[in-house]
């Protein structure tokens, strides 16, 4: 099986309506958390992408419940084959499928300071500051550990993990983490304009 990639943009906030159909689409525990986070779009649009790819790739008519690992990664306990990991920014979403582990992560290009830069990713460029960051986040997240320090190990890639810059939206930074040595289908696109 491909490993499936669907990524959205929001170039206008959600209306109150939109946000209200997609806040159905997320699993039952994630609702209340995101009703009282409305404001906050990214979240329901990484579900609702979520929700659109599961049902493209499995056949699923909605998401099942979500369980949480010992770092708070999400999974479904009832579909082990099933794995996921989503990612959010100001304004887009990035979601990765498979049918092994996985972690994605989106970042929006912004200001850091350079001090900051030398000292998490020992950079003075915003775009290979960026690019440590989501591939530190990527591999956190697909094997769930959570982040353990901000300074990665000197050897890359270990036991057979791939790391995969992704180029989706032109001022974002985006990475995928597996192990799995499976091709990446081309990225599914979304513009909510």
Not at 84 to 95: D, E, K, M, N
Not at 114 to 121: G, H, K, L
Request: overall charge positive; glycine content about 4%.
């Amino acid at each position: 099986m491909e490993i499936q990639l669907f990524a959205a943009e929001l170039e206008r906030p959600l209306t109150d309506e939109e946000a209200d159909a997609l806040l159905r689409l997320m699993p039952e525990e994630r609702r209340a958390r995101a009703r009282n986070a409305k404001a906050r779009q990214e979240p329901l649009l990484a579900y609702a992408l979520l929700s659109e790819a599961a049902r493209q790739l499995w056949g699923w008519a909605s998401l099942p419940r979500l369980g949480y690992g010992k770092n708070g990664k999400p999974f479904f306990p009832a579909h082990p084959e099933a794995q996921f990991s989503i990612s959010h920014t100001r304004r887009a979403v990035l979601v990765g499928l498979h049918d092994e582990p996985l972690g994605v992560d989106i970042e929006r290009l912004r200001p850091v300071s350079e001090r900051v830069m030398r000292r998490v990713a020992d950079t003075t460029s915003q775009q290979a500051f960026f690019a440590y960051w989501v591939r530190r986040e990527a591999r956190s997240k697909r094997d769930g550990t959570g982040i353990v320090s901000l300074r990665e190990p000197e050897t890359l890639p270990p036991d057979g993990e791939r790391v995969i810059p992704l180029d989706i939206f032109p001022d974002c930074a985006a990475c995928l983490c597996t192990r799995s040595a499976a091709p990446v289908a081309p990225v599914q696109i979304r513009i909510i304009r």
